[in-house]
């Protein structure tokens, strides 16, 4: 009887585990598709963006890149007065001073 008790327990135990690691599988591949499904949707909304903005193609791709490189810090700290860096925009008002002005 105990060796009997024994399979059964052993047999229990590996259907569990098979069990468990179906459902790891089966929660791994559902998360796969909806990131899969997520950046396609991202991908189609970028693709529209650009589209109604009028770029495409190698035009799209250079704008990206472009404005990637000229990406101003957001750390104010960095970029302080006197720094020789406006700190964003070349024609950003804000970041000139203001001129003197002459009394008569």
């Known amino acids: 009887m105990t060796d009997e ?3 059964v327990g052993e047999q229990a135990a590996r259907a569990g585990a098979d069990v468990a690691r179906r459902s790891t599988e089966t929660a791994g ?4 598709a909806s990131l899969n499904t997520a950046a396609q949707s991202f991908r189609r909304m970028t693709d529209q963006f650009t589209q109604v903005l009028g770029f495409s193609g190698p035009q799209a791709e250079e704008l990206a890149r472009r404005s990637s490189e000229e990406r101003p810090s957001r750390d104010p700290g960095q970029h302080g007065p006197g720094s020789g860096h406006s700190g964003g925009l070349a024609g950003d008002v804000r970041s000139r001073p203001e001129p003197a002005r002459e009394e008569h």
């Open 29 to 32: 591949d559902a998360l796969e």
């Open 5 to 7: 008790a024994a399979q």
